[in-house]
T-cell receptor
């Protein structure tokens, strides 16, 4: 089955700086890579996703890059704001099946004022 | 307006009891899921279900069973609760043709087994 590694587990950045979270996956059949943001006491919320036929996708201050050859994908957040503080999860899947979305272990992003 | 709602938000119970968690989605989605988040925040799928088939992750004990009275609901029944079942359980749904993609999650049910 798929295995997703996520780093770092905790990331503290100054407000206004950029934050980068990195993930690697093991299954070359995986073709969909979402990122979820989870605030305290809430469920994960999809913030951006990318498919394997695309190398980069951007949505305002967030962007995701994918390197299929190296099986790496990353989340980039620019001009960080206090409301970006949360736990971020990367995930991977090859589509339907019993394994569902395989999640990384999460990154606690702390924005320092 | 809540897209995926689950009840109760908190559930405290004794070992050996049987309990249920309810989930409803008003997004018109075809597939619903149950995920478990342990104390280290690790998220893992338990079930996915649409009107055609139930897919069960092989690691889920048969004490757990999903029940879907209709397309908008997927409830989770747990028999003979054990201490290790303590976790946060999330219901989710996804649009037609997007199995395991673009999931919308509920706000979770924190289950504590004493």
């Amino acid at each position: 089955g798929e295995n997703v590694e996520q780093h770092p587990s905790t990331l503290s950045v100054q407000e206004g700086d950029s934050a980068v979270i990195k993930c690697t996956y093991s299954d070359s059949a995986s073709n969909y890579f979402p990122w979820y943001k989870q605030e305290l006491g809430k469920g994960p919320q999809l913030i951006i996703d990318i498919r394997s036929n695309v190398g980069e996708k951007k949505d305002q201050r967030i962007a995701v890059t994918l390197n299929k050859t190296a099986k790496h994908f990353s989340l980039h957040i620019t001009e960080t704001q206090p409301e970006d503080s949360a736990v971020y999860f990367c995930a991977a899947t090859s589509g339907g099946g019993a394994d569902g979305l395989t999640f990384g272990k999460g990154t606690h992003l702390i924005i320092q004022p | 307006d809540t897209a995926v709602s689950q009840t109760p938000k908190y559930l405290v119970t004794q070992m050996g009891n049987d309990k249920s968690i309810k989930c409803e989605q008003n997004l018109g989605h075809d597939t619903m899921y149950w995920y478990k988040q342990d104390s280290k925040k690790f998220l893992k799928i338990m079930f996915s279900y649409n009107n055609k088939e139930l897919i069960i992750n092989e690691t889920v004990p048969n004490r757990f069973s999903p029940k879907s009275p209709d397309k908008a609901h997927l409830n989770l029944h747990i028999n003979s609760l054990e201490l290790g079942d303590s976790a946060v359980y999330f219901c989710a749904s996804s649009p037609q043709g997007a199995s395991n993609e673009k999931l919308f999650f509920g706000s979770g049910t924190q289950l504590s087994v004493l």
